[in-house]
């Protein structure tokens, strides 16, 4: 059985680190120390468990430059979206720093007594955690979770272990005990398993694919175990002809091609109304050509490799040679991962490139008719993460917005985090929400205590 595993930069091929694997026993271990921390880590006063997340968030600052060089090497990022990425970790443990002391309960009036509730924490809470976004998605599951007074076990993707190992490294820094907060790298089917297996975990934070969701939703059932589930989306991006047709195209590259499409919100399907269409194509051609693909650590780069020469192979099969490819923009030749921003217009939404979550940077546009028949596109999916419309109408906007099935949607725009507002899918695309005022409280059971006077 292998016992560790060499990491490699996927923009060169080159071995970075090699990490030891972590075994289902010494799993089991770690979920021991995590369930006697506890206690403890439950009753540090409020005060003190903020102050504690507060000097974790500065260890996060003080080491941005570091963290987003390692992802730049491990994960082949864009330095500027790896820095943006580590600047994410310490927003969010600074947002849920404040949640220790507004966890409230209520006092509810009743005869015969006095009724309170109380917001008590679940125990461990195992964090798993994709490859495409390692920072970000770790924090979303670990900064809440210890903020309402749980304690952490959290795996990294096995191609993408070293950020996490890093931030578990700052967070001992900081003062926050070494078995509150416990990195794991190591295999999903041994690590990750054990998190949905074993009874100690009281719940399971999982991003990742869809199938894979499904699998730890089964597992978790068996024992009533609490999850969240962040997985793909087809998320679509709806042109109508009374938009902003220059700004729409100008911008459509980076709602699909930004992190190379290795993003659950990418925009890899345009829905673009048929009397703007010649138009949009027209600008979104110069506009792809003009994505700078090549080395992720120039400042001038927009987009670095795929994370994997399994990953490249999967999304060059939605691109065979008889594909209807319109236009394509550049990547480098040779070592790295390299597959360049591709734009395919097939004929209707029953060509897998326009069905399937890509993952990779190939978006394909198809023309719509009327707003009804671009809200039924949008939703022709079982996923329902993000999307975009673009339009002057505010009216149209909402009623788009509203009739999309997807839990985060922009209009004139393609951003969908910002850490206090509340990220998290319909339909197949997840359970539950990160993010936002009421996240940590997910981490959290109420407990309702009668005192008869
Ligand atoms: P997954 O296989 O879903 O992996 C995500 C995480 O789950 C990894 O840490 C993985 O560990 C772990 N895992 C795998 N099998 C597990 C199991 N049986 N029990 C517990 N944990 C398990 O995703 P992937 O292989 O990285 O990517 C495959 C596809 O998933 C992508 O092409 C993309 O479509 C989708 N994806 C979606 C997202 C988001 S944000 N929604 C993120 C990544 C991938 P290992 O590292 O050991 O595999």
């Known amino acids: 059985m292998t016992t560790s595993f060499d990491v490699l930069n996927p923009a060169t091929e080159e071995v970075v680190r090699t990490v030891p694997l972590t075994s289902a026993e010494e799993t089991d271990a770690?979920?021991?120390?995590?369930?006697?921390?506890?206690?403890?880590?439950?009753?540090?006063?409020?005060?003190?468990?903020?102050?504690?997340?507060?000097?974790?968030?500065?260890?996060?600052?003080?080491?941005?430059?570091?963290?987003?060089?390692?992802?730049?090497?491990?994960?082949?990022?864009?330095?500027?979206?790896?820095?943006?990425?580590?600047?994410?970790?310490?927003?969010?443990?600074?947002?849920?720093?404040?949640?220790?002391?507004?966890?409230?309960?209520?006092?509810?009036?009743?005869?015969?007594?006095?009724?309170?509730?109380?917001?008590?924490?679940?125990?461990?809470?195992?964090?798993?955690?994709?490859?495409?976004?390692?920072?970000?998605?770790?924090?979303?599951g670990f900064a809440p979770a210890l903020a309402a007074g749980n304690t952490v076990v959290l795996k990294p993707a096995e191609l993408t272990p070293l950020t996490?190992?890093?931030?578990?490294?700052?967070?001992?820094?900081?003062?926050?005990?070494?078995?509150?907060f416990q990195v794991l790298p190591g295999k999903g089917s041994v690590v990750g398993q054990r998190f949905v297996d074993h009874r100690a975990v009281r719940k399971v934070v999982f991003t990742g694919s869809t199938e894979v969701g499904k699998q730890i939703m089964a597992g978790c059932a068996a024992q009533v175990k609490r999850v969240t589930l962040e997985l793909g989306g087809k998320n679509a991006n709806i042109v109508f002809a009374d938009s902003d047709l220059e700004k729409a195209a100008?911008?459509?590259?980076?709602?699909?091609?930004?992190?190379?499409?290795?993003?659950?919100?990418?925009?890899?399907?345009?829905?673009?109304?048929?009397?703007?269409?010649?138009?949009?194509?027209?600008?979104?051609?110069?506009?792809?050509?003009?994505?700078?693909?090549?080395?992720?650590?120039?400042?001038?780069?927009?987009?670095?490799?795929?994370?994997?020469?399994?990953?490249?192979?999967?999304?060059?099969?939605?691109?065979?040679d008889d594909a209807p490819v319109a236009f394509r923009g550049t990547a480098p030749e040779g070592r790295g991962f390299w597959f360049p921003p591709t734009v395919v217009t097939p004929p209707d939404l029953r060509h897998p490139v326009a069905a399937e979550e890509v993952f990779g940077p190939v978006v394909a546009v198809v023309p719509f008719a009327e707003e009804a028949d671009a809200i039924r596109?949008?939703?022709?999916?079982?996923?329902?993460?993000?999307?975009?419309?673009?339009?002057?109408?505010?009216?149209?906007?909402?009623?788009?917005?509203?009739?999309?099935?997807?839990?985060?949607?922009?209009?004139?725009?393609?951003?969908?985090?910002?850490?206090w507002t509340p990220f998290g899918g319909f339909?197949?695309?997840?359970?539950?929400?990160?993010?936002?005022?009421?996240a940590a409280a997910a981490f959290t059971e109420t407990k309702n205590v009668f005192l008869s006077t």
């Open 164 to 180: 996490a190992i890093r931030l578990a490294e700052l967070a001992r820094e900081a003062g926050i005990p070494e078995d509150v």
């Open 427 to 438: 339909k197949q695309s997840g359970l539950g929400r990160e993010l936002g005022p009421d």
């Open 377 to 419: 596109m949008a939703n022709a999916t079982e996923y329902g993460l993000s999307g975009s419309i673009w339009t002057r109408d505010a009216g149209r906007a909402f009623r788009v917005a509203r009739g999309v099935e997807s839990g985060n949607l922009s209009v004139n725009s393609h951003s969908s985090v910002r850490y």
């Open 250 to 320: 100008a911008t459509a590259p980076y709602g699909v091609f930004d992190n190379a499409g290795q993003d659950c919100c990418a925009r890899s399907l345009i829905l673009v109304q048929a009397s703007a269409y010649d138009r949009f194509m027209d600008l979104l051609e110069p506009a792809v050509h003009g994505v700078v693909v090549g080395d992720p650590g120039d400042e001038k780069t927009e987009m670095g490799p795929l994370i994997s020469a399994a990953h490249r192979a999967k999304v060059a099969s939605y691109v065979p």
């Open 30 to 140: 770690a979920i021991a120390r995590a369930h006697a921390a506890f206690p403890a880590w439950r009753d540090v006063t409020p005060g003190d468990r903020a102050r504690l997340l507060r000097r974790f968030a500065d260890a996060v600052e003080a080491d941005i430059e570091h963290l987003a060089r390692l992802e730049v090497e491990n994960s082949g990022h864009t330095i500027g979206n790896a820095r943006w990425e580590a600047g994410n970790v310490r927003d969010v443990l600074n947002y849920y720093s404040a949640a220790p002391e507004r966890l409230l309960g209520k006092q509810i009036p009743v005869p015969g007594g006095i009724n309170v509730t109380f917001s008590e924490p679940l125990g461990v809470v195992g964090v798993i955690v994709p490859w495409n976004f390692p920072m970000p998605i770790a924090g979303w």
